[in-house]
């Protein structure tokens, strides 16, 4: 992919595997205070967090969440019956990538998991 803006700072990474711990909106938030904590990036709003439930395919079920940061933003995407999660850390400032993926993996208890930088 060429760069298309090579003047602009950008990093980004997508963090994918299952994970063995209870899932919600409590643990989702505390995941985003958390991982911001740990790679110094600064929230400036509160995280929102959506579910379908109950619409939809039922193996889609699960949270649809963001929370912005003063540097871009972190999505996360959990699909609660299958215990995956797909998560996109979008930085305009540069992070550790290895720290990132072994506080992902530590705090959901993930023993599959896959991450590439985009």
Known sequence: ?????PHLTRQRLLIEGFFAI????????????KICKELNLRM???PIIFSPEGLGKKENQG?????PLIDSGISLYVWSEEK???????????FDQNKAT????????MKKIEHKPF
Do not use: H, Q
Request: positive net charge; charged residues 25%; aromatic residues 22%.
């Open 44 to 46: 400036y709003g509160k």
């Open 102 to 109: 072994k506080f992902t993996k530590s705090f959901f208890k």
């Open 1 to 5: 992919m060429k760069n298309l803006a």
């Open 22 to 33: 209870p899932v919600n909106k409590l643990s989702i938030k505390r995941f985003f205070t």
């Open 63 to 67: 949270y649809d969440a963001f929370v």
């Open 84 to 94: 995956f999660l797909s998560c996109v850390i979008y930085t305009c400032k540069s």
